[in-house]
């Protein structure tokens, strides 16, 4: 498959909270979205799998309009991973379990290589999700998301509860799930150093508004705004 192929494509999209918001998600890609608190980077992921839907504009998923598309089998295809890791009451293999359940292909969920995707043990499936650590939870979660073999990851703040060598592992994950999976990857941080680690694209927002969008090692040592300059100095 083309590296260069565009798998989210968003064309001035506005909401409430946004304000005519463009840019392409590429095949492979890591891309990063910084900003203060407020400035809409969360709405705008939520955007991409309808948890929100927009007043204006169009997103396209491979060149289809997302409202094309059926929630459930969008959701698939575009996985969210958010701060907390949200898991129901029950098992590490239950959660895991779930979405291919509700889809009824529930035959094709391999948990043990889910688990060892994620670089948990195998022993790990029967264990309650409440005597996991925060990292192990978070692990749990991406496998879940992982199981209905996405395109497209978002991250919403998915490290920011994690102690510094947890997030490290749960970064060289990612990395590698991007190179192996082929999965594109767009993460909201508030970590202007795991945004440099992480992008190779980064869009920085502020008041719903993209005020600068660019390859990520130029932004952070270039920026073109005075308003980027000036958040990266805060």
């Known amino acids: 498959m083309d590296k260069n192929q565009s798998i989210i494509t968003c064309k001035d999209v506005s909401t409430d909270r946004l304000k005519d918001i463009s840019f392409e998600l590429r095949r492979k890609q890591i891309m990063t979205i910084v900003g203060p608190s407020g400035a809409g980077k969360s709405s705008l992921l939520f955007l991409l799998n309808r948890l929100e839907e927009p007043i204006s504009g169009k997103i396209y998923y491979l060149g289809q309009n997302i409202k094309d598309i059926p929630v459930t089998q969008l959701r698939c295809e575009i996985g969210m991973v958010f701060q907390s890791a949200y898991l ?6 239950e959660n895991i379990q779930y979405g291919p359940k509700m889809s ?4 094709d969920c391999n948990v043990d290589r889910l688990l060892d995707l994620v670089d948990l043990p195998k022993s790990f499936k029967m264990r309650h999700v409440t005597s996991l650590s925060g990292g192990e939870q978070q692990r749990v979660a991406i496998a879940r998301t992982f199981a209905n073999k996405p395109s497209v990851l978002l991250l919403d703040e998915a ?3 994690l102690d510094i060598k947890t997030t490290e592992h749960i970064e060289e994950l990612l990395i590698r799930l991007r ?3 082929e999965i594109s990857i767009l993460m909201v941080t508030h970590n202007l150093k795991q945004a440099e680690r992480m992008g190779s694209q980064t869009l920085y927002m502020e008041e719903g508004k993209l005020i600068e969008r660019g390859m990520t090692t130029r932004m952070f040592a270039h920026p073109e705004t005075n308003h980027f300059e000036k958040f990266l100095k805060e």
Do not use: Q, V, W
Request: proline residues 0%; hydrophobic residues 25%; aromatic residues 6%.
């Open 88 to 93: 129901f009451d029950g098992t590490a293999e």
């Open 104 to 107: 009824g292909k529930l035959e």
């Open 159 to 161: 490290t920011s509860a």
């Open 179 to 181: 190179d192996e999976k």
